[in-house]
């Protein structure tokens, strides 16, 4: 036990005194929910838009008024045909157009109907599909308040359930909290285990009096406590400065992230027992484990709007649960009820993974 | 008194016989060098020898311990350093001794008296607080031979201990072998270097899993009627390199 302790302090000196090892381990959460929160956004404002409106009656003037007063709109102006429009989006000044059909609110008055067509620049699909959302409802809003009476109309309205200002970082949070987990436990740990088979001090270790199992877990434990620190860091952080909240209980949550740093810990100590060079276990981390964390989890892409095939595949994608479970706990603020059947596939496949880098680890000893 | 004893000691994985019916001695306080080309077994042989494989069929024991039944027994009474010296760069030299003497259970006080006696031997009490980065090759090698030996093994294994290193480090380097034999601790050594080889008190020949030769360098040049170690390692090992 006493020689396990030394391992652990020295596992901790190879930490503290690298400092490319320090800034992965506590500068890139932060900048990472810097970057995420700041820069990172799927919510809009301040959208460059124009109007085209040969008539301007009563009608469209207050309509005009309502998108000039939201903030996710900044009126540029008047344009004179629809025909503009296009040389408008080309020069880059406006990425939105409402265009009014001529005698609007006659029509309106007379048919009972009037057209408004919003066009909206595409070359960012995501945005634009949200300024037609927004402008669409700012328009339902008005129709409701002065013609809702006379005009028989159905006004669809759509609300945000759980995350109402649409902030994105609510939903990076916790995604990034599976990011760096995967980064810190599984990455760093196959480097390190790695590092000593590359200077040939694996050798040593496993000529000396300790266990296998010592070894491993020695290497690991740091990086199981560092990346716990880093959990409470994101949390806090998110909280101070993204008002992000935490709605369920907080134990809970915890508990979970130590399920899933147990699960990226046997990712690395797998990777690092099948590769030999540390270039090697960075890459297939990088390819194999950042990756999926990224793309496959439903970090960013929605799961649902994947091709069936791939959906598939984001079943053995481990940061796939731990994301339905700290979404549900962090924004939903639901019980283990609700997510414990995600609990038990995230914990089966943490066993999974142990028993296999626990073997493979033995197997490369003979 | 024999330290090591092997008997027809073989290592198969699957069809390919790594290890082929070995059978060796090796006395207390002896230097035994153990040569072969790359891929002759060398590594196989030790790997068995210092418990870090099981052997296929053939009996074997180290310091009188048995290599199936009693492995933890051995990696206590050996000591073992490579060719790529085994000292952790980042850590300081004394850190280095006490993580090394942590390892295989000195207490702190042994540790601390044995790393004094150590610096002062090397001449080294300067670079106590120094991280093993900043000393020069030859200093970390003579280091890490001493921290192999901290434990105070019974045998110690050096593969290709001199690996890359200048002339006259591995001279001085052969000297602290010497020191460390008439201690009464047996040194099994692998090397490329065939002067090395005309140091040791006896050396074996491996070519294909087998031992071809094995004995003191004078006899065996004599019954090969070879001018040097040299030229018996090329006649025996030249049909494996074809």
Redesign the interface.
């Known amino acids: 036990m006493k020689s396990f302790r030394g391992f652990v302090i020295k596992e901790f000196f190879h930490i503290f005194r690298d400092y490319r090892t320090l800034l992965i381990l506590f500068g890139m959460p932060v900048i990472q929910l810097v970057l995420f929160g700041y820069a990172v956004r799927n919510e809009i404002q301040d959208i460059n838009i124009a109007f085209v409106d040969s008539t301007n009656d009563h009608v469209t003037r207050q309509i005009k008024e309502r998108i000039r007063a939201s903030s996710y709109f900044n009126v540029i102006g008047q344009l004179p045909s629809e025909r503009d429009i296009r040389e408008a989006f080309q020069r880059g000044l406006i990425k939105e157009a409402v265009v009014f059909e001529p005698g609007f609110a006659s029509r309106l008055a007379h048919d009972g109907v009037a057209d408004i067509r919003i066009v909206t620049d595409a070359t960012d699909p995501n945005t634009a599909k949200s300024m037609q959302a927004y402008t669409a409802s700012i328009i339902a809003h008005y129709q409701r308040d002065h013609l809702g009476s006379t005009a028989l109309r159905i006004v669809t309205e759509s609300r945000m359930r759980f995350n109402p200002e649409l902030k994105s970082v609510n939903l990076f949070v916790p995604g990034l909290i599976a990011l760096i987990l995967m980064l810190v436990c599984a990455l760093m740990t196959s480097i390190t285990i790695t590092r000593e088979k590359e200077l040939g001090t694996m050798e040593v270790l496993l000529v000396s009096p300790l266990k296998p199992i010592h070894i491993i877990v020695g290497k690991v434990l740091p990086y199981f406590v560092l990346s716990f620190v880093n959990v409470v860091t994101i949390l806090v952080l998110a909280r101070l400065v993204f008002d992000v909240p935490v709605r369920g209980s907080v134990p809970l949550l915890l508990a979970e992230c130590l399920l899933f740093i147990l699960c990226a810990l046997s990712l690395g100590i797998l990777i690092s027992s099948r590769s030999n060079s540390q270039q090697t276990a960075t890459m297939v981390s990088l390819a194999g484990l950042l990756l999926p964390t990224v793309i496959l989890s439903g970090f960013i892409f929605p799961i649902s709007s994947m091709p069936v095939a791939l959906q598939l595949f984001t079943h053995i994608v481990p940061a796939k649960w731990f994301l339905i479970i700290i979404r549900d706990i962090m924004l939903k603020g639901i019980g283990i009820e609700y997510f414990w059947k995600e609990t038990l596939v995230l914990a089966g496949m943490t066993l999974i993974l142990m028993t296999a880098s626990a073997r493979s680890f033995k197997t490369r000893l003979e | 008194m024999k330290i090591i004893e092997a008997q027809r000691l073989t290592r198969k994985f699957g069809d390919f016989v790594a290890v082929d019916a070995i059978s060796f001695n090796v006395e207390a306080g002896e230097i035994l060098g153990f040569l072969g080309a790359n891929g002759a077994g060398k590594t196989t042989a030790i790997k068995m020898l ?5 052997p296929t069929s053939g009996d074997a024991t180290v310091a009188g311990f048995d290599v199936y039944s009693q492995p ?1 027994k051995i ?2 009474s ?1 000591g ?12 300081t030299v004394a ?1 280095n001794i ?3 003497g ?4 000195l207490s702190a006080r042994q540790i601390s008296t044995r790393r004094d006696d150590l610096l002062e031997r090397l001449d080294l009490g300067h670079a106590r607080d120094d991280r093993i980065r900043s000393l020069p090759l030859g200093w970390r090698q003579k280091l890490a031979f001493s921290v ?1 030996l901290l434990h105070e093994p019974r045998i110690v ?1 050096l593969d290709e201990p001199t690996g890359g290193v200048d002339p006259i480090t591995r001279r001085q380097f052969w000297d602290m072998i010497y020191e460390t034999a008439a201690r009464g601790i047996t040194v099994f050594v692998t090397t490329h270097y065939m002067d090395e080889a005309e140091y040791c008190d006896r050396i074996s020949i491996m070519v294909d899993g087998r031992i071809e030769a094995i004995g003191q360098p004078a006899d065996l040049k004599k019954s090969f009627d070879v001018a040097s170690v040299d030229e018996l390692f090329v006649r025996l090992a030249r049909p494996v390199q074809a």
Do not use: H, N, V, W
């Not at chain 2, 210092?50 to 099981?54: A, D, I, K, M």
């Open positions: 210092t418990g870090l494989l099981s933890e990696k206590k050996i073992y350093m490579s060719q790529r010296f085994s000292l952790y760069e980042d850590l850190e006490r993580f090394y942590g390892i295989y259970g192999a294994f």
